[in-house]
């Protein structure tokens, strides 16, 4: 797909931040699995790639205002309907799914780590 193409479509990209807190999230879930915590690392993998696919769909959103591509009130209807269905695929992992609230919330955490060292280490070009 060339480059022209692809900022047509406005496809979300995976950035560092992603990359590294799925990286983080994938040794944390690792370690605690082999640590005998099967459900505590199970927990601790969903709440870190849910949020990895959070912040996508948040750059995404943010993209589309900043290229004006889109109104403003289509992009604030984006947001709200994103943070519905993300409400309700959290609601749906613990009712459903049982997972551990505490992993989850370990695996969100780990991932708020990997934000705020990133943006202490910084880039040139001033993004995230």
Do not use: C, H
């Not at 590294?20 to 082999?34: D, M, N």
């Not at 790639?49 to 900043?66: G, K, P």
């Not at 994103?82 to 049982?98: C, L, N, Q, W, Y």
């Amino acid at each position: 797909m060339t480059q022209r193409v692809a900022s047509l479509i406005n496809l979300p990209s995976i950035g560092r931040i992603e990359k590294t807190g799925i990286i983080v999230t994938a040794i944390l879930s690792g370690v605690i699995y082999l640590l005998g915590y099967e459900e505590f690392a199970v927990g601790v993998a969903a709440g870190g790639l849910l949020f990895a696919v959070d912040f996508v769909a948040i750059r995404f959103i943010v993209n589309a205002l900043i290229t004006n591509k889109y109104s403003k009130a289509f992009a604030i209807f984006s947001f709200i309907i994103k943070m519905a269905v993300f409400i309700a695929i959290i609601v749906s992992i613990f009712m459903f799914a049982e997972v551990n609230l505490f992993g989850f919330f370990v695996g969100v955490t780990a991932f708020v780590i990997v934000i705020i060292g990133e943006s202490l280490r910084g880039q040139s070009d001033g993004t995230l």
